[in-house]
């Protein structure tokens, strides 16, 4: 098997872990079981979308003439799913927030440092 082969099957083998554990919590919730099989079909369709979705980012990465995929291109994928696509805008909005919060406060804090420095400057001429 070689290396491509090697973690494409650890990726599927995560995947089919993570699929589990949430299925055993889900049915937990529930006070339902899922059989194994239901788990296996549920992992694999995940695993496929999946790479559906990095296939597809990658295309719209490259018709933009980009090697990286940004966020819009995260948003394009999900527009078949109208769940999926609002999840996915509302997070996009959040980030955008914090990051707006974020740079306002290093731009405080650049002025306040800048203040602090002149401040320094004038009482060393001084003297």
């Given at each position: 098997m070689d290396e491509d082969a090697a973690q494409r099957q650890r990726?599927?083998?995560?995947?089919?872990?993570?699929?589990?554990?949430?299925?055993?919590?889900?049915?937990?919730?529930?006070?339902k079981e899922i059989s194994k099989m239901a788990i296996a079909a549920i992992a694999e369709t995940t695993f496929r979308q999946c790479d559906i979705f990095a296939k597809d980012l990658e295309s719209f990465s490259r018709h933009a003439k980009r090697n990286t995929v940004m966020a819009?291109?995260?948003?394009?994928v999900a527009r078949r799913s109208t769940?999926?696509?609002?999840?996915?805008?509302?997070?996009?909005?959040?980030?955008?927030?914090t990051?707006?919060?974020?740079?306002e406060k290093r731009k405080?804090?650049?002025?306040?440092?800048?203040?602090?420095?002149?401040?320094?400057?004038?009482?060393?001429?001084?003297d």
């Open positions: 990726l599927k083998a995560a995947v089919h872990y993570t699929v589990g554990r949430l299925c055993q919590r889900v049915a937990a919730d529930c006070d819009d291109d995260v948003k394009l769940a999926l696509s609002n999840y996915i805008q509302r997070k996009s909005e959040e980030l955008a927030s990051n707006q919060e974020q740079r405080k804090n650049a002025v306040k440092r800048k203040s602090t420095d002149m401040d320094i400057n004038t009482e060393t001429t001084e």
